[in-house]
C-alpha cells in the first residue's frame, strides 16, 4: 500500500496529544512551512479542551491552518486525512496508539516522542508489529542526537580525531520536571520512572559514541528534593530528582549518567565528555560550544569551537534540535514517496532513505533507563539480558 500524497505534494501531519511537546511540534512543522516546506497540519486529536484550544490558536493565527480537531488518534486515523502522525501523548499511552497506527489500514509514518515506550516488552511488541509494516517509517523522538553542539560532537568522534571512545560522561543538572496535564508525569507508572522517562536520551547518546552493545547498568539515585510536598489523588509523586548511572558495553568501554533535578543554578544544562584512546572532545549546552584536544598536543593545544546549524529557523524548547529532527523526518518521508511512486521521482528514487532515530535505537534507551531503575531497586549491577528478556 502507497503513502498517500495529494497533487499539490503536501506532505499532510497529524497532532496526537497537543500538550506542551504537541504544541512544540506544531511550531516546528509551521516554521518548516514558513521556509517554503510543502507541509501542512490537517488534524489534530486529544481529549484536553484547553489544550486544543491553545493549539488552534497557534495553527490558525501563526501559521494559517485550520486543522480539523478529534477527540481521539483512531478518529483521527479513519479520517483518511493525514500522511504523517505526530504522537506526543502522555509516556503510558504511547504503546496502544503505536499499535494502533502501525495496524491500521491506511499506512501513516511516525514520529513518536520519547520513550518509545515505559517497558521493554511493549517496546518489542512494537518493533515486531513494524517489521509487518515496510510502508510505515517510524522515527523515536530522541532529537538530542541533533542539538548542533552534540551533532558536532558526534561528527569528531566519527572522524576518529579522539581514536577508539573509552568512556563517555555526560552530566545533565537543570530545573526539575514541567507541570503537565493531569501531572501525570509525577509517577513511575505512567512514565517509566526518570530514568528511563528523561534519561533516555543520554543513554541513547552513551550508545552512539560508543558504537557498542550494552551489557549492564549500576545506578544509585533516590527522591532528595522535588516533588516531596505534593500530593495528588492521595498519592506523594514517586519520581527520582537525581541519580549516578554506570554503563558498560560490549566492547570495553564505559559510560556515566550525573543527573540532578534541582541544579538550576548551572552555566550548561548539558556537559558531555567523549574520550578516546588519542583525544577528548567535549560539547556544551545551551552555550552551543565543543572542545576538543589529543594527548600529544596537551592542555595547550585543545580547541575550542563554536556550533551552529544554519538550516535551524526556530529554536524552540531543545536548541534546535527539534526542528532538524523535522527535516530529518521529512526527508525520509517524501525519499519512501519516491520509491513508491517512481514514475514521480526519476532517477531520485535511487536514493536512500534519510538517516532516522529507529525502532531498535528506542528500544536499546529505554532498556538501559529501565535497568537503571531497577538497580536502584535492588542495589546490585542489573544485565541487560535480564531486561531484554523480560
Known amino acids: 500500500m502507497m503513502m498517500a500524497k495529494n497533487s499539490a505534494g503536501v506532505v499532510k501531519y497529524g497532532i496526537v496529544g497537543v500538550g506542551m511537546m504537541g504544541r512544540e511540534h506544531l511550531i516546528n512543522l509551521g516554521h518548516l512551512q514558513q521556509q517554503q516546506e510543502a507541509i501542512s497540519v490537517v488534524c489534530i486529536a486529544d481529549p484536553h479542551i484547553p489544550s486544543q484550544q491553545l493549539a488552534l490558536q497557534i495553527a490558525n493565527c501563526e501559521f494559517n491552518w485550520s486543522p480539523q480537531v478529534f477527540w481521539g488518534h483512531k478518529e483521527l486515523l479513519d479520517s483518511g486525512l493525514c500522511d504523517v502522525v505526530i504522537v506526543s501523548t502522555p509516556n503510558m499511552t504511547h504503546f496502544q496508539i503505536l499499535m494502533d497506527i502501525i495496524e491500521h489500514p491506511k499506512p501513516h509514518h511516525i ?61 545533565e543538572h537543570r530545573f526539575p520536571f514541567l507541570v503537565k496535564v493531569n501531572d501525570w508525569n509525577r509517577f513511575n507508572e505512567n512514565t517509566g520512572g526518570t530514568l528511563v522517562e528523561k534519561c533516555c536520551h543520554f543513554f541513547d547518546l552513551m550508545t552512539l559514541f560508543v558504537g557498542a552493545m550494552p551489557v549492564r547498568v549500576m545506578a544509585s539515585g533516590a527522591i532528595d528534593v522535588n516533588h516531596k510536598d505534593e500530593i495528588y489523588d492521595g498519592k506523594v509523586p514517586d519520581i527520582i530528582d537525581n541519580a549516578y548511572v554506570i554503563v558498560e558495553f560490549d566492547n570495553g ?80 518521508v517524501r525519499s519512501s514517496i519516491i520509491r513508491q511512486h517512481p514514475q514521480e521521482g526519476g532517477d531520485a528514487v535511487k536514493r536512500d532513505c534519510a538517516t532516522v532515530v529507529g525502532l531498535q535505537d528506542g528500544l536499546l534507551s529505554v532498556a538501559i533507563g529501565v535497568a537503571a531503575q531497577l538497580s536502584i531497586q535492588k542495589g546490585r549491577f542489573i544485565t541487560l539480558e535480564e531486561v531484554l528478556n523480560i
Open 253 to 332: 568501554s564505559r559510560g556515566m549518567l550525573d543527573l540532578c533535578m534541582f541544579a538550576e543554578g548551572s552555566k550548561n544544562e548539558q556537559e558531555i565528555s567523549v574520550v578516546g584512546d588519542i583525544g577528548k572532545g567535549e560539547a556544551f549546552v545551551p552555550e552551543s560550544t565543543v572542545r576538543v584536544g589529543t594527548r600529544t598536543k596537551g592542555r595547550e593545544g585543545v580547541e575550542t569551537m563554536k556550533a551552529e546549524d544554519k538550516r535551524i529557523k526556530y529554536d524552540g524548547l531543545h536548541h534546535g534540535s527539534s526542528y532538524l529532527e523535522h527535516l530529518n523526518l521529512l526527508s525520509a
Open 111 to 171: 514520529l513518536v516522542e520519547k520513550p518509545l515506550c515505559t517497558n521493554v516488552a511493549d517496546c518489542k511488541r512494537v518493533i515486531e508489529a513494524a517489521k509487518k509494516r515496510p510502508d510505515v517509517l517510524v522515527q523515536v523522538g530522541l532529537e538530542y542526537r541533533y542539538m548542533p553542539p552534540v551533532a558536532k560532537l558526534i561528527d569528531v568522534v566519527r572522524s576518529g580525531k579522539i581514536g577508539q571512545v573509552k568512556m563517555v560522561s555526560i552530566r
